[in-house]
């Protein structure tokens, strides 16, 4: 099975919009059952979105490290899960950059998480094109998941490549690129965190032209939408196009 995971960033600006948006993505999720649909709105839309989606699942932007307490706009583990959240992005380019989230920061988050029983989707990859994505990626994984053992439940970890210069950009990393890219990230996922089949996906730039020659590579399990996400009928079009490379 294929994932695609829809990120739908800080949009859209009411609750009305967050409500059509995730039932047209619901219908799709419904009709084309061999993809495995993600739905990830802001935190303020997660309960109107939930009521929403039955086949597609429910996912949250990012996370904390903790079950509640004295942490001022922080939304917790407990509050995700009562909220019906199952999958939670954490580590996106655009949080390490605007937000200034550490690795360190990083790394508490995905560990909690994992350990909650949620199902993480650490972003990770490079800011230039010029520069080869492992050296940076290699010490992100390193950083971001230090300290975690099989007993973690690393089995619910799934690592999008998102170069940072294709992301919103309309200009995405070749298939090939970023196939290799997955396939030298399992490597690593394989031999220093023991993870049997580990799941990369790709982000950056995804829109319904090329979404087919990402998921026709073995090494990429789905990808991670940002823009494209949010058209209703092109995301429709891209489930479709998951579901039938699943
Ligand atoms: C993203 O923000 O994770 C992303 C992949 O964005 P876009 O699809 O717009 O490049």
Same mark, same amino acid.
């Given at each position: 099975m294929k994932t695609i995971i829809a990120n &739908? %960033?800080?949009?859209?600006?009411?609750v009305k919009d967050a409500v059509i948006l995730a039932k047209s993505t619901e219908k799709a999720a419904l009709k084309y059952p061999q993809a495995e649909v993600v739905v990830a709105p802001p935190f303020l839309y997660l309960t109107e979105a939930k009521k929403e989606l039955k086949y597609a699942k429910l996912g949250a932007q990012d996370s904390f &490290?903790?079950?509640?307490? @004295?942490?001022?706009g922080e939304v917790n583990l407990a509050q995700l899960k009562t909220a019906g959240v199952s999958f939670v992005i954490i580590g996106h380019s655009e949080r390490r950059r605007y937000? /200034?989230?550490s690795d360190e920061v990083i790394n508490r988050k995905v560990s909690a998480s994992l350990r909650y029983g949620l199902q993480v989707v650490l972003c990770v990859g490079n800011q230039?094109?010029?520069?080869?994505p492992m050296r940076v990626i290699s010490s992100q994984l390193a950083q971001d998941l230090?300290?975690? @053992?099989? /007993?973690? %439940?690393?089995?619910?970890l799934t690592v999008a490549y998102e170069p940072i210069w294709a992301i919103g950009t309309g200009d995405a990393e070749s298939p090939d690129g970023a196939a290799n890219v997955a396939a030298r990230i399992k490597e690593q996922l394989t031999r220093y &965190?023991?993870?049997?089949s580990p799941r990369v996906l790709y982000g950056g730039s995804v829109d319904d032209k090329n979404i087919a020659k990402f998921l026709e590579?073995?090494?990429?399990d789905g990808v991670l939408v940002g /823009? @494209?996400?949010?058209k209703a009928a092109e995301f429709g079009r891209m489930i479709k196009e998951t579901n039938s490379k699943s």
């Open positions: &739908w %960033k800080s949009n859209p600006n009411s &490290w903790n079950e509640g307490g @004295a942490y001022t937000l /200034g989230e230039e094109r010029s520069e080869d230090k300290g975690l @053992a099989p /007993g973690d %439940k690393v089995e619910n &965190w023991k993870i049997g590579k073995e090494e990429i /823009g @494209a996400s949010l």
